[in-house]
């Protein structure tokens, strides 16, 4: 029997919308399709994620904590991977991203290096508008499809975030899906001294362009209350760290 090594989490987003529900399930099929080194949690409770949970056959974890506006708190939603998870590393990745073998090799890379640490890394933007195939060559094709047909995303945040479990205990009540967070995870991390280990490099991940027709306006994520919250509860401004702000690179 595998040694799971690497738990992944995710909070996503409704599946009401027929574009986000696609393009959801994608990626986490993505996921799956990394092996059995590799478990998946599903976190909330928003609608239609129960049924994919059980469709998929991942692991679904419905009571997390929220703010006043019903948003999932970051908190809660890594306490509940590290009480249920059982990987020695863990992963928050944004569920629209489609991960591909490297991602894996890569924790493990970091693991073999440093007892602490965080991965980050840019993505790739790709349009993607039917079911992907997971089958055969498939982490091979999706690469030369994001070669071809996507765009390197400027470095800023990380849709990603890789570290060991005794990592991020602590974690401000900040809100999922929302602008700040992921730059206070890489400050956070670098003001404990840990290495920070930028993968653009090593790891290509693609996400799956979307609107924002789920947000509060539709108005993008970085122009919401809960992104002015979320700078706040991290500590302000001069806490908005980027991947220009890793100690090293993964190759």
Known sequence: MFKVHLTIFTAPKPFTNPHIALIQHNALRSWLALGDEVEVLLIGDEEGLAETAAELGIRHLPQVERNAY????????????????????????????????????????????????????????????????????????????????????????????????????????????????????????????????????????????????HLPGGQPHYRLPETEENVRLGGGKLTIFKLADATHRLT
């Open 70 to 213: 019903g948003t999932p708190l970051i908190r809660s939603i890594f306490d509940l991977a590290r009480q249920h998870g059982s990987g020695e590393l863990l992963a928050y990745v944004n569920a629209d991203i489609i991960l591909l073998p490297d991602f894996v090799a890569a924790a493990k890379q970091a693991a073999g290096q440093f007892a602490r640490f965080l991965i980050v890394g840019q993505r790739w933007d790709v349009d993607v508008r039917q079911p992907l195939s997971f089958e055969d060559d498939w982490s091979a094709s999706l690469r030369r499809f994001a070669l071809e047909e996507g765009r390197l995303h400027p470095p800023g945040g990380s849709d990603y975030f890789i570290f060991p479990r005794e990592c991020f205990v602590e974690v401000p009540p900040m809100a999922v899906g929302r602008a700040g967070w992921d730059n206070w995870m890489i400050y956070a991390a670098r003001a404990a001294g840990w290495p920070v280990l930028d993968a653009s490099d090593a790891v290509m991940i693609l996400h799956q362009n979307h609107d924002y027709s």
